[in-house]
């Protein structure tokens, strides 16, 4: 193997990986806050995706402008899910103690309802957002950086240091994490629990609106495109380690650099199965993640 | 000599660097209700899940009948004759009285006739009799913790472990259900209860053995044993006995 | 466990009577209905609807009485699926004796898959389902050959046609896939019921209620919970065995793929998992909207079905957690002047 070519491949699978890894960056807060599985994870980000490119098409706005717009919009969204279709079933939980199957299902009719919204409104063709600004490529030594994906790497680790300092000093902040971590004695203590959770879906999928908009030039955006990104989001929050937010980062980089690699030697639908495979190995060995504790 | 029911061999279970149980030994004779005291955090319920197969010894023995039982899974126990409480009634909540009490049936027969009337013949011994088509959830949590020592004894246990008789209990619940498991030991079978309540002790057992981090400290008749100064200060502390003494 | 005994002894003769009636009428109409409607087109919705009843109650089986979400068991309708159709390709061996072979196969299958999975709990479990059919899925979609064997890769495996030919389970007519299917469903209907009253169906109920309790009380959970996986996957790949017959094609994407997983699961769910007849009320309800809207609808209109369903499953969370069979049944208790309060 030419080295030039795997290191090529390298620094193309951890972008990609930083990219995963901030799109489950939600996926993870939220069942870290709230337990419960979003399966409309990837959904949402396919909303964005939309969202970003028909600003582009209606508006002209350039999708790196647009997330001025798709950022709030995706917190409206997750907050209306939270507090309309999840919170009736905290409500009727007596304990504020979500069934997580329950949960599941719930989520994963929103993700009936909107994937198939999509594909009704906006049909099954292959759209692309593109952007005014000249991107072109770094050189890091002979091996040519794709912009566009460098912004998304670079997004992935400034919202999660930042993420994780807005949870440590603000106000809000505080409350969420007290919530996740006795979410009975936080309700005692006056902490506003069904909010905290609505914003914490609304901040969750928020993120997802970032990356819609980062992501609109260079991946294909049709209505399906949601559930890839959503299985692998569920593969990196599981190894990176549910609930941890540094874990989602790691996970998604040991899955990008790991996929980037094994297509350089098995066909990339392999990749795809090794992947998969991986997620079912430490969900049976170290349900905890790498970075969990164990 | 025939074997006694039960004899526990240097008992030991280390979590992670830390000794829970420490080599416990002690027997127990057929008939008898023996308890098993100890303050929280003694190792009792460890060395009780032990027991009940619900946790792999790090060392010892456990012979029942004679049988080396050590490290036996929990539906393998209940096929040799033991059967458990759970501290928490852990009943199947949306099952009917009749249904929970039906199941461990299976492990004594195939029989679904005979089965259901032999469930039906321990809800009139609970007392529960006119209970049998409720389900389970919509029982008060005093008949909850009845039912759960019934369907321990659906499995027609000759040993039956009990975790706590009467947490959470009214004193008159707590006498009915001292009443209960003295009419259990009367048809036949053995018990070991694991329980805090020093009173409940006293009224039902012949024997106690008491546990302090881990290690058995004493063994024989209920007051005699409380009378142990290792035992009192086990129980209220180093000043207690001092005042005492 | 809808009319509860009274008494011991009269449980099972109450219990049947009042359901003797509603049960013979239902078969009734369910036989008649080819020898009345003529319309080929509404015989074939008919046998879709009848063919995903019998999927969901094969879902059923083990995931409503256990408690756990599988959306994983299209890979047992795949691996029935196609072993029918090889075995007929490549051995000549009739689908008649293919069909229970593939679910030999899926139930196979279904033990090397569950073993390790079912330690998992709530939605790991179901993930770890949806990433084993995923697997499958992805390998055979991309696999020509494997040992020889021609998988066909995304393309998929047309059964040769042969005209009418009883032995090749392939007839002109649609109205022999329609007693096929039905009698499918009856049998896994009848199985379901046997499950209620045999000592494996209050295993299966005790470790849903509570694994340790149902550990001390002389049950292995992995050892029930894969002899009921393995009854289901085994109905489930002669589900597929029959989809391949009737369709005469087999491929990854719509036999192993995470579509109709969701199908099965959602049936049973809306329509009352852990039921003899909920999953099949489930699949009355759901599977003709989806046969309307591809017929009727079509075009910008393709996944209107899909997102009814989803409406109604949040709904059916959220209102009707034991899903719509609980007060129909509470409505015949009633009927039956005996509301035992519950």
């Known amino acids: 193997m030419d080295p030039l070519i795997l290191s090529f491949a390298v620094v193309n699978g951890l972008l990609i990986g930083g990219i995963y890894g901030g799109v489950a960056l ?23 995706l939309y969202a970003a490119y028909w600003l582009q098409i209606w508006a002209g706005i350039d999708p790196y402008y647009s997330i001025i717009v798709t950022v709030p919009l995706l917190f409206g969204i997750g907050f209306m899910i939270q507090s309309v279709i999840i919170a009736p079933l905290i409500r009727r939980e007596s304990a504020l103690v979500v069934e997580p199957l329950s949960a599941l299902l719930l989520t994963a009719g929103v993700y009936l309802v909107i994937d198939n919204l999509a594909l009704m409104a906006f049909g099954p063709n292959v759209r692309s957002a593109t952007t005014s600004f000249a991107l072109p490529p770094v050189m ?63 901040i969750g999928a928020s993120i997802l609106g970032l990356f819609g908009s980062l992501l609109a030039t260079f991946v294909p955006i049709t209505p399906q495109v949601g559930l890839n990104f959503g299985i692998r989001s569920f593969i990196v929050v599981v190894l990176g380690g549910i609930g941890s937010l540094p874990g989602s980062i790691v996970g998604g980089l040991v899955i990008g650099v790991f996929e980037a690699i094994a297509s350089q030697f098995v066909p990339a639908t392999s990749a795809a199965i090794l992947s998969l495979g991986l997620f079912v190995l430490i969900l049976l060995v170290r349900p905890s993640g790498l970075m969990g504790k164990a | 000599m025939t074997a006694p029911l039960l004899e526990v061999r240097n008992l030991s279970k280390t979590f992670g660097g830390l000794k829970a149980v420490s080599e416990v030994s002690f027997t127990m004779n057929k008939g008898e209700i023996l308890a098993l005291l100890g303050p929280n955090g003694a190792g009792k319920t460890t060395a009780f899940n032990m027991i009940a197969g619900f946790l792999q010894p790090t060392e010892g023995q456990i012979l029942f009948e004679g049988r080396d039982i050590t490290g036996g899974k929990p539906w393998d126990l209940c096929r040799e004759g033991i059967a458990r409480t759970f501290q928490l009634s852990r009943p199947f909540s949306d099952l009917t009285v009749l249904e929970n009490l039906m199941v461990g049936g299976f492990a004594r027969s195939s029989d679904i006739g005979l089965i259901r009337s032999r469930a039906a013949e321990i809800a009139e011994f609970l007392g529960m009799g006119r209970q ?111 005042t005492r003494a | 466990m809808s009319v509860a005994p009274h008494t011991t002894s009269a449980a099972p003769a109450a219990k049947s009577k009042s359901r003797v009636l509603p049960l013979a009428l239902f078969t009734a109409v369910l036989l008649g209905i080819p020898l009345v409607v003529k319309d080929s087109f509404f015989i074939h919705s008919c046998i879709v ?29 795949g691996a029935g699926g196609y072993a029918t159709v090889l075995l007929f390709t490549q051995t000549g061996l009739s689908p008649w004796l293919g069909l229970p072979v593939g679910g030999l196969v899926a139930a196979l299958l279904s033990v090397l898959v569950g073993y390790p999975t079912f330690r998992l709990k709530g939605p790991y479990f179901a993930l770890t389902t949806i990433a084993f059919a995923e697997m499958i899925r992805i390998w055979v979609e991309n696999t020509d050959t494997f040992l020889g064997i021609p998988l066909n890769g995304a393309a998929g495996i047309t059964v040769p046609l042969l005209g009418q030919n009883v032995a090749a389970m392939q007839f002109n007519d649609k109205v022999p896939y329609y007693y096929i299917i039905a009698t499918m469903l009856g049998g896994a209907l009848l199985a379901t019921w046997l499950l209620e009253n045999a000592k494996l169906g209050f295993y299966l109920k005790a470790i849903r209620g509570d694994v340790d309790a149902a550990e001390s009380l002389g049950i292995s959970p992995s050892r029930y919970q894969l ?95 034991k899903g719509l069979i609980d007060p129909l049944r509470r409505l015949a208790a009633k009927f039956n002047g005996r509301g035992t309060g519950r």
């Open chain 3, 227 to 321: 002899i009921a996986l393995a009854i289901s996957a085994f109905m489930t790949g002669m589900g597929g065995g029959f989809y391949a017959q009737f369709y005469r094609y087999v491929n990854a994407e719509r036999l192993i793929g995470v579509d109709l997983s969701i199908d099965m699961a959602l049936m049973s769910i809306i329509g009352g998992q852990g039921t003899i007849f909920g999953p099949l009320l489930g699949a009355l309800l759901l599977a003709p909207l989806a046969e309307i809207t591809r017929s009727h609808l079509g075009g910008s209109l393709l996944g209107l079905h899909i997102v009814v369903y989803g409406v109604i499953l949040i709904l059916a969370v959220l209102y009707l957690p």
């Open chain 1, 140 to 202: 890091l030594g002979q091996i040519p950086v794709n912009m566009p994906r460098l912004i998304g790497f670079g997004a992935a680790i400034v919202v999660a240091v930042g993420l994780a300092w807005w949870l440590k000093t603000t106000r809000m902040g505080r409350a969420i994490r007290a919530v996740a971590s006795n979410r009975d004695a936080a309700a005692l203590s006056g902490i506003n629990v069904p909010l905290v959770y609505a914003v914490t879906f609304g």
């Open chain 3, 49 to 77: 609807v009848l063919f995903f009843a019998y999927m969901a109650t094969s879902w059923n089986f083990v995931c409503g009485y256990v408690g756990q979400l599988s959306i994983g068991h299209s890979m047992f309708a």
């Open chain 1, 26 to 48: 939600g996926l993870s807060l939220i069942f870290g806050v709230l337990r419960v599985v979003n399966f409309a994870h990837g959904s949402l980000l396919m909303l964005a």
């Open chain 2, 132 to 242: 049998i088509d409720i389900e389970v959830q919509h029982l008060t949590a005093f008949d909850r913790r009845k039912l759960e020592l019934g369907r321990a004894l659906s499995t027609r246990p000759t040993l039956l472990l009990m975790d706590e008789v009467v947490a959470g209990a009214t004193p008159a619940e707590a006498q009915e259900m001292v009443a209960l498991v003295r009419k259990i030991r009367d048809t036949g079978v053995s018990i070991l209860i694991v329980e805090h309540v020093m009173k409940v002790i006293m009224a039902l057992s012949e024997r106690v053995i008491v546990m302090e981090s881990g290690r058995l400290i004493a063994d024989g008749k209920p007051h005699d044993v409380v009378a142990q100064p290792d035992v009192l200060k086990a129980y209220f502390g180093e000043q207690y006995v001092a």
